[in-house]
């Protein structure tokens, strides 16, 4: 790669150069960003997952911007336009926004009144008033009359178009103007022209039917609802702009100072520059400080898509216990699914505790019935419409002691009872029943459930329709994988989906290791899986040391101490008389290794500290132990809470303006940012994380529009 990138990717993340040189050659012989954070940290020096994730992000943009270049370049040359110092001037670049202003110039474009001006024969002219050497602009004008320009003031006319084209593809003009708009233009914003202040659909944004506010620190939520509220013609939205500034800054470059001239060439070229202003650069600028603006709010937005949805798929597992879960309802009644402790489903019924049926003697008998017969341990209860309900009719059912019950969220459960995945799961099942074994898996193993489902119907971010979706692909993407791997996955029984996310495996091959698992049984090795086909050296080493055996002989097989160093950690062992087993059972044992004794130049410290580290908590579960939410019990619905009320909580999102959180009512309830600590905070992941427990007050409640603020503020 092009030192200039490397160069900027070293400036850019604040590390070495060589440790960007290393982190790219890694990409480049195709290993994933797991597997290069967590065992190669001897040639990155210990980057983590974020800083190896932005190598690869800077990386391949400027793959693309070498991509483009190339482009250029072939097309300046076709033009025979290409000379050695403009060939230097675009090889150097690093800014797309620059690049795309040298070729400014050479872009084929359509017909425009500079092009027309030029046919008429009229550009000598217009370069002869830049050059300020006109003393007489009419006689001068006299000489360019022919049968395509009637008089002197076409030809003046054609000349300033001329001029006005050139002025607004000079790169300097370009880039003063762009510092310019991000520095200070304001946005402004107002109710689109012939819509009522009243109009339902309108009314959404009626906090900026009379907006202003400076584009360079608008918050990334506030401009995303603003362009929201445009494209959706509700808003019409501007830059705000001191066009006097613009128009000397613009001069500056053009004009430069002290020139001597006529004061009727400067005239004319000032009148070229205010119409190359208005017409062509303030409407190019503008566009560009709205989207430079917008990719940074899609930065920030896709920022808390990350941290939530890790968030989410690291909440605490109950772990392999027998599940009865239900997906509540009214008219449709409840569906009960009852699931072995590996999630298999045993049973399916409907019960009918809730108007207009009532059947609720009946419903008791079947759920004590089910909880004796499967030998339930733990009762799931979707998140959704009549949940409140259900859980307090379940409550209410004498159950065998230690039995508990868990609010699930139902969020893209729909999606994933509908999805071809559910259908390949449970074929001979409608969507109702594969609903509710989503809710009760989910309980035993977020993370192993929730990969079956896209994060965007995962309800944890802010405006996902509306950023840039390649880079939140990429993000969350890059989010599950880390999160599938940072837990590990159990070789034996992990599902296809779950190994499709571990590191170097993806989906083909995730199916050709459960195929080979049903024809051949369990995996009694990691080195087993180069039998699988298709499986070959570079991806056993991607992924044998995120995958976990259990019960294999080898107690190395259920750590994440990759097989690569197997040897290393037998000889460990022997070194002190000791087995590998010995190792992971005996801290005095491995209190008597010297790790310095086995630095070498492809091992460091940093891989035998994790190696030691993995010996002291093999197969330990980094999740936390999963808590039931107790609700208050006197709340059902919005109408039921009063200002002042201090309640207990699940956070359910997080956002850049607050959180939302859920105190057992249909509607959650906001906490302001603002609303947050009694101190000040940029970012609400400082106080609160998702699905944590909390303590909220009631601050104001509208029935109308089914609203509440909450506040953690002055809560005990």
Known sequence: ???????????????????????????????????????????????????????????????????RKGAILKSISEQDKLTPELEKEIEECIDSNRLEDIYLPYKPKRRTKASIAKEKGLE?????????????????????????????????????????????????????????????????????????????????????????????????????????????????????????????????????????????????????????????????????????????????????????????????????????????????????????????????????????????LQAIKKISNLVEAYKIEVIAIGDGTAS???????????????????????????????????????????????????????????LAELVKIDPKSLGVGQYQHDIDQSLLKETLDNTVVSCVNKVGVNLNTASRHLLSYVSGLGVATAKNIVDYRAQNGPFKSKVELLKVKRLGEKVFEQSAGFLRIPDADNPLENTAVHPERYALVQKMAKDIGKTVKDLVKDSDSRAKIDVKKYVSQEVGLPTLQDIMDE??????????????????????????????????????????FGVFVDVGIKQDGLVHISQLADRYISNPAEVVKLHEHVKVKVLDIDLKRGRIQLTLKGVE
């Not at 132990?625 to 200002?643: G, N, S, Y």
């Open 1 to 67: 790669m092009n030192k200039i990138y490397l160069e900027h990717i070293k400036n850019e993340l604040s590390i070495a150069l060589w440790q960007v040189e290393n982190c790219i050659s890694l990409i480049e012989e195709g290993s994933t960003i797991p597997f290069i954070s967590r065992y190669r940290k001897e040639r990155t020096g210990g980057l983590d997952e974020v800083q190896v994730a932005e190598v690869k992000h800077l990386f391949n943009l400027f793959v693309e911007l070498e991509k």
């Open 124 to 360: 000598p002219l217009a370069l002869a008033l830049l050059e300020f050497k006109i003393s007489d602009i009419d006689c001068e004008a006299q000489k360019y009359l022919n049968e395509q320009v009637a008089d002197t003031e076409e030809a003046l006319q054609g000349a300033r178009d001329i001029i006005a084209e050139m002025v607004s593809e000079t790169p300097t003009v370009r880039e003063a103007l762009r510092t310019q708009y991000a520095k200070y233009a304001k946005v402004v914003t107002k109710q689109q022209r012939g819509l009522s202040q009243e109009d339902e659909q309108s009314s959404k944004y009626r906090n900026y039917f009379e907006f202003t506010g400076n584009i360079s620190n608008i918050p990334s939520h506030r401009l995303l609802a603003l362009l929201r509220g445009a494209n959706e013609g509700h808003l019409s939205i501007k830059l705000d702009v001191d066009e006097s500034y613009s128009l000397k800054a613009i001069s500056r470059e053009i004009v430069g100072a002290g020139r001597v001239g006529s004061k009727d060439n400067l005239l004319q070229v000032e009148s070229a520059i205010a119409d190359s202003y208005k017409r062509l650069l303030h409407p190019s600028i503008e566009n560009e400080a709205f989207r430079m603006a917008k990719e940074r709010a899609d930065r920030d937005a896709v920022k808390v898509f990350g941290e939530n949805l890790t968030a989410l798929l690291l909440a605490a597992p109950v772990g392999q216990k027998r599940v009865l879960a239900i997906d509540p309802g009214y008219r449709t009644g409840c569906k009960v699914v009852c699931l072995d402790a590996q999630g298999e489903l045993l049973h399916n019924d409907t019960i009918y505790p809730h108007p207009p049926v009532n059947e609720k």
């Open 388 to 446: 409140r309900e259900t859980e307090s009719f379940i409550k209410k059912i004498p159950m065998p002691g230690g039995l508990q019950v868990f609010s699930v969220s139902e969020d893209g459960a729909s999606v994933y009872s509908a999805s071809t995945v559910a259908r390949e799961e449970f074929p001979d099942y409608d969507v109702t029943v594969r609903g509710a074994v989503s809710i009760g898996r989910r309980v035993m193993d977020p």
């Open 615 to 656: 010996l002291a908590k093999p197969g330990l579960d980094p999740r936390k132990t999963a808590r039931v939410m107790e609700f208050a019990q006197d709340v059902h619905t919005i109408e039921d809470l009063k200002i002042g009320m201090v309640l207990p909580g699940l956070v359910t999102n997080i956002t850049n």
